[in-house]
């Protein structure tokens, strides 16, 4: 019986990880896309640049989202609104 609970959780988890992956492989594309929008060559030390500046300016997005949804998470447990 255990086992048969246990299996949705597994799945779910093993979901995640393909989404996430595939996630990361269309930001990569995307990154890629818009570097060479901008006219960089790929290779180049400016297309290293530009892809780690893409890469930071995700890093700190998520960051924003995960303290706001924090912030509201703990607003609903305390019974405050969350807007």
């Given at each position: 019986?255990?086992?048969?609970?246990?299996?949705?959780?597994?799945?779910?988890?093993?979901?995640?990880?393909?989404?996430?992956?595939?996630?990361?492989?269309?930001?990569?594309?995307?990154?890629?896309?818009?570097?060479?929008?901008?006219?960089?060559?790929?290779?180049?030390?400016?297309?290293?640049?530009?892809?780690?500046?893409?890469?930071?300016?995700?890093?700190?997005?998520?960051?924003?989202?995960?303290?706001?949804?924090?912030?509201?998470?703990?607003?609903?447990l305390?019974?405050?609104?969350?807007?």
């Amino acid at each position: 019986m255990n086992r048969l609970l246990l299996a949705p959780l597994l799945f779910s988890s093993l979901s995640a990880c393909v989404t996430t992956e595939e996630r990361r492989a269309t930001q990569l594309k995307q990154d890629q896309q818009t570097c060479t929008a901008y006219g960089i060559k790929s290779g180049t030390p400016m297309f290293a640049e530009c892809m780690m500046r893409l890469g930071e300016q995700r890093a700190v997005a998520d960051m924003v989202y995960s303290q706001n949804a924090a912030r509201m998470g703990a607003q609903l447990l305390n019974g405050e609104p969350a807007f």
